[in-house]
């Protein structure tokens, strides 16, 4: 069955890095486009980064632009956000997700990982 597994996710202080990774399995990794979604307590889950297939092209949001870089290793079915000058609003629980089609939105992607805590204290 199709699985996705964050990690790296922890406590860091305001200015930090952290560098969470995603291992998929259970369906061909390079034909879906990969992202990372995050949910703040109270909030709605909201997109952070997306990358297509091949790796050679991201988006990512207004929030985070310039601060976090999506990446992926289709070699070995992975995908990774750095995450730098980390504040104390990108405190959320990360996701990893994947999508078929491509898109933005929650109802794009059909597969979910568990989340992993970020925390950034300050």
């Known amino acids: 069955q199709v699985q996705l597994v964050e990690s790296g996710g922890g406590l860091v202080q305001a200015g930090g890095s952290l560098r969470l990774s995603c291992a998929a399995s259970?369906?061909?990794?390079?034909?879906?486009?990969m992202a990372w979604f995050r949910q703040a307590p109270g909030k709605e889950r909201e997109f952070v980064a997306g990358?297509?297939?091949?790796?050679?092209?991201?988006i990512s949001a207004g929030s985070v632009k310039g601060r976090f870089t999506i990446s992926r290793d289709n070699a070995k079915n992975a995908v990774y956000l750095q995450m730098n000058s980390l504040k104390f609003e990108d405190t959320a629980v990360y996701y990893c997700?994947?999508?078929?089609?491509?898109?933005?939105?929650?109802?794009?992607?059909?597969?979910w990982g568990q989340g992993t805590q970020v925390t950034v204290s300050s």
């Open positions: 990358i297509n297939r091949a790796g050679g092209g991201t």
């Open positions: 259970g369906f061909t990794f390079s034909r879906y486009v």
């Open positions: 997700a994947a999508s078929i089609s491509g898109g933005r939105s929650i109802a794009d992607f059909g597969s």
